[in-house]
């Protein structure tokens, strides 16, 4: 080894001295404007509807594919969770571990106070041999919803088209 090359130019000589800066952008690709920002109260309001109604807030600020994508992908876990006999969490002032499963599953926002009122999906049944794979799926679909709600608000903000 030769303490004057550095340990790249050793391994890769064909690279040489040329180097490519990860901070500029590639002349390539073509640079997209945002949208338009709109009002903050539509913004809110998208974003607590995209919250309690998965895809509602995408639908509001027009994006109606993406919406009901969301909408669909969102409710069909939510559902094959439920048929997989999985149950919802409730926060346990006795287990404060509950509490994280308890706001995954309070990401389905409307959903999950109406089942949680009703006392529906609450009843832990280890008998069955699918109940794992429904919490899972009832997890996911409350973290899912999360991210819908932040995607809404970046299409609100512009920073996402």
């Known amino acids: 080894m030769q ?5 790249t130019e050793q391994i890769f000589p064909e690279l040489g001295e040329e180097r490519v800066s990860i901070q500029e952008p590639s002349p390539s690709l073509p640079q997209e404007e945002a949208a338009p920002a709109i009002s903050r109260w ?16 995408h639908i509001i600020l027009g994006r109606w594919i993406r919406g009901l994508l ?6 069909a876990m939510f559902a094959l969770g439920m048929w997989m006999q999985g149950h919802l ?14 706001f995954a599953n309070a990401g389905m926002g409307a959903t999950y106070f109406i089942c ?46």
């Open 3 to 7: 303490g004057s090359e550095s340990s």
């Open 70 to 75: 969301c909408t669909i992908s969102i409710f």
């Open 116 to 161: 949680w009122y009703s006392g529906y999906g609450l009843e832990i049944r280890s008998d069955v041999l699918t109940f794992e794979y429904g919490n899972t799926f009832l997890l996911v679909a409350g973290l899912l919803n999360y991210l819908v709600v932040l995607d809404a608000f970046d299409i609100g903000v512009g920073r996402k088209r």
């Open 89 to 102: 969490f409730i926060p346990n002032s006795n287990d404060w571990l509950s509490v994280f499963p308890a």
């Open 42 to 57: 539509l913004l809110f309001l998208a974003c607590a509807l995209a919250y309690l109604i998965p895809g509602a807030g």
